[in-house]
T-cell receptor, first 115, second 114 residues
Framework: KAGVTQTPRYLIKTRGQQVTLSCSPISGHRSVSWYQQTPGQGLQFLFEYFSETQRNKGNFPGRFSGRQFSNSRSEMNVSTLELGDSALYLC??????????????FGDGTRLSIL | DQQVKQNSPSLSVQEGRISILNCDYTNSMFDYFLWYKKYPAEGPTFLISISSIKDKNEDGRFTVFLNKSAKHLSLHIVPSQPGDSAVYFCAARDSGGSNYKLTFGKGTLLTVNP
Protein backbone atom coordinates (compact mmCIF):
# COMPACT_ATOMS: atom_id res chain seq x y z
CA LYS A 1 0.00 0.00 0.00
CA ALA A 2 1.54 3.30 -1.07
CA GLY A 3 2.17 5.79 1.70
CA VAL A 4 1.66 9.52 1.82
CA THR A 5 3.52 11.21 -1.02
CA GLN A 6 4.74 14.78 -0.85
CA THR A 7 6.22 16.76 -3.72
CA PRO A 8 8.64 18.31 -4.17
CA ARG A 9 11.07 17.00 -1.54
CA TYR A 10 13.17 20.16 -1.58
CA LEU A 11 12.43 23.71 -2.60
CA ILE A 12 14.37 26.96 -2.51
CA LYS A 13 12.57 30.29 -2.75
CA THR A 14 13.32 33.94 -2.03
CA ARG A 15 11.51 36.32 0.27
CA GLY A 16 8.27 37.70 -1.11
CA GLN A 17 7.63 34.78 -3.44
CA GLN A 18 4.85 32.28 -3.02
CA VAL A 19 5.02 28.49 -3.02
CA THR A 20 2.66 25.55 -3.46
CA LEU A 21 3.33 22.16 -1.91
CA SER A 22 1.49 18.99 -2.85
CA CYS A 23 0.35 15.96 -0.87
CA SER A 24 -1.22 12.72 -2.05
CA PRO A 25 -2.74 10.78 0.87
CA ILE A 26 -2.91 7.04 1.33
CA SER A 27 -5.57 5.59 -0.94
CA GLY A 28 -8.96 5.73 0.79
CA HIS A 29 -7.91 8.34 3.32
CA ARG A 30 -10.15 11.39 3.25
CA SER A 31 -8.48 13.54 5.91
CA VAL A 32 -5.28 15.45 5.17
CA SER A 33 -3.45 17.59 7.72
CA TRP A 34 -0.45 19.85 7.32
CA TYR A 35 2.29 20.55 9.84
CA GLN A 36 5.32 22.81 9.99
CA GLN A 37 8.46 21.52 11.70
CA THR A 38 11.25 23.88 12.77
CA PRO A 39 14.13 23.31 15.20
CA GLY A 40 12.83 25.97 17.59
CA GLN A 41 9.09 25.29 17.59
CA GLY A 42 8.94 21.59 16.77
CA LEU A 43 5.94 20.20 14.92
CA GLN A 44 3.06 22.65 14.69
CA PHE A 45 -0.38 21.99 13.26
CA LEU A 46 -1.39 24.16 10.32
CA PHE A 47 -4.78 22.85 9.20
CA GLU A 48 -6.83 19.78 8.38
CA TYR A 49 -8.94 19.15 5.29
CA PHE A 50 -11.71 16.62 4.94
CA SER A 51 -13.93 16.13 1.91
CA GLU A 52 -12.57 19.32 0.30
CA THR A 53 -13.40 21.46 3.35
CA GLN A 54 -11.07 22.92 5.94
CA ARG A 55 -12.21 21.33 9.17
CA ASN A 56 -9.61 22.43 11.71
CA LYS A 57 -7.05 25.21 11.82
CA GLY A 58 -3.96 26.01 13.85
CA ASN A 59 -2.55 29.40 14.79
CA PHE A 60 -0.84 30.46 11.58
CA PRO A 61 -1.33 33.69 9.63
CA GLY A 62 -3.56 33.88 6.58
CA ARG A 63 -0.50 33.68 4.30
CA PHE A 64 -0.77 29.94 4.87
CA SER A 65 -3.67 28.41 3.02
CA GLY A 66 -4.64 25.08 1.60
CA ARG A 67 -7.18 23.20 -0.39
CA GLN A 68 -8.26 19.65 -1.03
CA PHE A 69 -9.47 18.14 -4.26
CA SER A 70 -12.20 15.59 -4.87
CA ASN A 71 -9.60 12.78 -5.01
CA SER A 72 -8.40 13.85 -1.51
CA ARG A 73 -5.10 15.20 -2.78
CA SER A 74 -4.20 18.42 -1.04
CA GLU A 75 -2.09 21.47 -1.71
CA MET A 76 -0.69 24.01 0.69
CA ASN A 77 0.14 27.53 -0.42
CA VAL A 78 2.31 30.06 1.35
CA SER A 79 2.29 33.61 -0.01
CA THR A 80 4.72 36.47 0.59
CA LEU A 81 7.38 34.15 1.92
CA GLU A 82 9.44 35.22 4.93
CA LEU A 83 12.79 33.91 6.15
CA GLY A 84 11.01 32.35 9.13
CA ASP A 85 8.98 30.14 6.81
CA SER A 86 12.04 27.99 6.21
CA ALA A 87 10.99 24.63 7.59
CA LEU A 88 10.07 21.04 6.90
CA TYR A 89 6.42 20.87 5.88
CA LEU A 90 4.76 17.57 6.64
CA CYS A 91 1.50 16.21 5.38
CA UNK A 92 -0.42 13.47 7.21
CA UNK A 93 -3.49 11.49 6.22
CA UNK A 94 -6.06 9.37 8.01
CA UNK A 95 -9.32 7.69 7.12
CA UNK A 96 -11.72 10.00 8.91
CA UNK A 97 -9.51 12.47 10.72
CA UNK A 98 -8.58 13.53 14.22
CA UNK A 99 -12.16 13.72 15.47
CA UNK A 100 -12.51 9.95 15.08
CA UNK A 101 -9.44 9.18 17.19
CA UNK A 102 -7.50 7.76 14.28
CA UNK A 103 -3.73 8.00 13.99
CA UNK A 104 -2.29 10.04 11.18
CA UNK A 105 0.24 8.69 8.73
CA PHE A 106 2.93 11.10 7.63
CA GLY A 107 4.75 11.71 4.40
CA ASP A 108 8.48 12.42 4.32
CA GLY A 109 7.95 16.15 3.98
CA THR A 110 8.99 19.04 1.77
CA ARG A 111 12.07 20.94 2.92
CA LEU A 112 11.48 24.63 2.11
CA SER A 113 14.40 27.03 2.30
CA ILE A 114 13.91 30.79 1.97
CA LEU A 115 16.87 32.89 0.87
CA ASP B 1 3.48 28.13 26.20
CA GLN B 2 4.41 24.50 25.64
CA GLN B 3 1.38 22.34 26.36
CA VAL B 4 3.20 19.06 25.64
CA LYS B 5 6.68 18.70 27.10
CA GLN B 6 9.31 16.05 26.61
CA ASN B 7 11.86 17.12 29.16
CA SER B 8 14.60 14.73 28.13
CA PRO B 9 16.12 15.73 24.79
CA SER B 10 18.03 12.45 24.65
CA LEU B 11 18.17 9.00 26.20
CA SER B 12 20.74 6.24 25.82
CA VAL B 13 20.09 2.59 26.75
CA GLN B 14 21.72 -0.78 26.20
CA GLU B 15 20.25 -3.29 23.79
CA GLY B 16 17.86 -5.64 25.56
CA ARG B 17 17.09 -3.23 28.38
CA ILE B 18 13.94 -1.16 28.88
CA SER B 19 13.61 2.31 27.33
CA ILE B 20 11.25 4.70 29.10
CA LEU B 21 10.30 7.90 27.33
CA ASN B 22 8.31 10.50 29.22
CA CYS B 23 5.89 13.23 28.29
CA ASP B 24 4.02 15.78 30.41
CA TYR B 25 1.06 17.88 29.38
CA THR B 26 -0.82 20.82 30.81
CA ASN B 27 -4.09 20.99 28.87
CA SER B 28 -6.91 19.11 30.61
CA MET B 29 -8.85 19.09 27.30
CA PHE B 30 -6.40 16.59 25.79
CA ASP B 31 -8.27 13.31 25.37
CA TYR B 32 -6.21 11.18 23.00
CA PHE B 33 -2.48 10.63 22.99
CA LEU B 34 -0.10 9.21 20.43
CA TRP B 35 3.57 8.31 20.10
CA TYR B 36 5.48 8.65 16.86
CA LYS B 37 9.05 7.83 15.98
CA LYS B 38 11.08 9.59 13.36
CA TYR B 39 14.20 8.56 11.50
CA PRO B 40 16.35 11.20 9.77
CA ALA B 41 15.02 12.34 6.39
CA GLU B 42 11.72 10.50 6.94
CA GLY B 43 8.33 11.57 8.22
CA PRO B 44 7.10 10.49 11.66
CA THR B 45 5.77 6.93 11.90
CA PHE B 46 2.83 6.15 14.16
CA LEU B 47 3.69 3.75 17.00
CA ILE B 48 0.89 3.51 19.53
CA SER B 49 -1.97 5.55 20.96
CA ILE B 50 -4.13 5.70 24.05
CA SER B 51 -7.47 7.24 24.83
CA SER B 52 -7.93 9.20 28.03
CA ILE B 53 -10.47 6.63 29.24
CA LYS B 54 -7.65 4.07 29.56
CA ASP B 55 -4.46 4.03 31.56
CA LYS B 56 -2.49 1.47 29.57
CA ASN B 57 -2.21 0.20 26.03
CA GLU B 58 0.14 -2.48 24.74
CA ASP B 59 1.33 -3.39 21.27
CA GLY B 60 4.14 -5.90 21.12
CA ARG B 61 7.26 -4.40 22.63
CA PHE B 62 5.59 -1.02 23.08
CA THR B 63 3.42 -0.03 26.04
CA VAL B 64 2.00 3.40 26.71
CA PHE B 65 0.93 4.44 30.21
CA LEU B 66 -1.30 7.40 30.98
CA ASN B 67 -1.59 9.01 34.40
CA LYS B 68 -4.33 11.58 34.04
CA SER B 69 -4.09 12.98 37.54
CA ALA B 70 -0.39 13.71 37.00
CA LYS B 71 -0.93 14.68 33.36
CA HIS B 72 1.88 12.33 32.46
CA LEU B 73 2.40 9.90 29.62
CA SER B 74 5.17 7.38 29.16
CA LEU B 75 6.26 4.94 26.46
CA HIS B 76 8.03 1.74 27.46
CA ILE B 77 10.01 -0.25 24.92
CA VAL B 78 10.97 -3.74 26.05
CA PRO B 79 13.39 -5.11 25.00
CA SER B 80 15.10 -2.21 23.27
CA GLN B 81 16.76 -2.91 19.94
CA PRO B 82 19.35 -0.89 17.97
CA GLY B 83 16.72 -0.32 15.26
CA ASP B 84 14.66 1.59 17.83
CA SER B 85 17.21 4.39 17.73
CA ALA B 86 15.23 7.41 16.51
CA VAL B 87 13.55 10.59 17.71
CA TYR B 88 10.31 9.88 19.59
CA PHE B 89 7.49 12.41 19.70
CA CYS B 90 4.46 12.35 21.92
CA ALA B 91 1.35 14.11 20.66
CA ALA B 92 -1.97 15.00 22.23
CA ARG B 93 -5.34 15.70 20.68
CA ASP B 94 -7.18 18.77 21.87
CA SER B 95 -10.89 18.11 21.84
CA GLY B 96 -11.87 21.63 22.88
CA GLY B 97 -15.00 22.50 20.95
CA SER B 98 -15.00 20.89 17.52
CA ASN B 99 -11.60 22.16 16.51
CA TYR B 100 -9.53 19.00 16.85
CA LYS B 101 -5.81 19.41 16.47
CA LEU B 102 -2.65 17.60 17.52
CA THR B 103 -0.02 19.24 19.70
CA PHE B 104 3.42 17.65 19.63
CA GLY B 105 6.28 17.59 22.08
CA LYS B 106 9.73 18.53 20.79
CA GLY B 107 10.96 14.96 20.82
CA THR B 108 13.45 12.72 22.62
CA LEU B 109 16.38 11.18 20.76
CA LEU B 110 16.68 7.54 21.79
CA THR B 111 19.96 5.75 21.17
CA VAL B 112 20.07 2.00 21.74
CA ASN B 113 23.62 0.75 22.01
CA PRO B 114 24.49 -2.80 20.88
Amino acid sequence: KAGVTQTPRYLIKTRGQQVTLSCSPISGHRSVSWYQQTPGQGLQFLFEYFSETQRNKGNFPGRFSGRQFSNSRSEMNVSTLELGDSALYLCASSLEGLGRGQPQHFGDGTRLSIL
Amino acid sequence: DQQVKQNSPSLSVQEGRISILNCDYTNSMFDYFLWYKKYPAEGPTFLISISSIKDKNEDGRFTVFLNKSAKHLSLHIVPSQPGDSAVYFCAARDSGGSNYKLTFGKGTLLTVNP
